[in-house]
C-alpha cells in the first residue's frame, strides 16, 4: 500500500507532462529570442482564461536559469485585470522547445512551442498536454492572414478541435 501511495504522489507531483503524440517540440530553440512580450491572438477554452480580452504572456529569466511566467487577462464581466505569475524550466534540453510551467505550487504542466517563426521570432503555436490546450501567440496584436491559416491547418492536423478556436479581443 505504501508503494501505490508513493506512485500516486510522484504523478501528482509531476503533474500534466508530456504532449498529444502528433505534437513535436521546435528543436533548435533559442530561450533569449522567445523572452518578451506576446499576445494571445487564439486559444481553446479553459477555466483559467474564460472570458478574458487583451491576454498578454510575458517571460523574463530568472536567477536559477528557469523562465518568469506573467499571463495577463482584462475581465471585463469583473471590470478588472486578472494575472497568473509563474514559472517554466526546460524538460530536455534548453534547445528543445518543451518546457514545464508551473502557476501553483509542484504541479507543473506542458508548454510545448511546435511551431515557430525562426527568423524573428514573431509568433509561436503552443500546445499542452493533450490536445485540449492550444494557444497562437504573437509580438503583435494581429497576426498576417496567412499565419492564421497555418495556424489553423497544423493544430488540425494535429487533432485540435480548430472549430472550437477563440479568437482574443485586444
Partial sequence: MRRI??????ALLSGC??????????????LNNYLGKWYEVARL????????????????????Y????????YSEAEGEWK???GK????NSD?????????????????VVFELDRENYSYAFVSG?????LWLLSRTAVVEPEVMDKFIQMSAERGFDTSKLIFVAQ
Fill in 17 to 30: 507532462l508530456g504532449m498529444p503524440d502528433s505534437v513535436k517540440p521546435v528543436s533548435g530553440f533559442e
Fill in 45 to 64: 477554452d479553459h477555466s483559467f482564461e474564460r472570458d478574458l480580452t487583451q491576454v498578454t504572456a510575458e517571460y523574463k529569466m530568472r536567477s536559477d
Fill in 95 to 111: 534547445t528543445d522547445a518543451y518546457l514545464k510551467v508551473s502557476f501553483f505550487g509542484p504541479f507543473y504542466g506542458s508548454y
Fill in 66 to 73: 528557469g523562465v518568469s511566467v506573467l499571463n495577463r487577462g
Fill in 5 to 10: 501511495l508513493l506512485v500516486v504522489f510522484a
Fill in 88 to 91: 517554466a524550466y526546460f524538460v
Fill in 83 to 85: 494575472e497568473a505569475e
Fill in 129 to 133: 498536454p493533450d490536445t485540449d490546450y
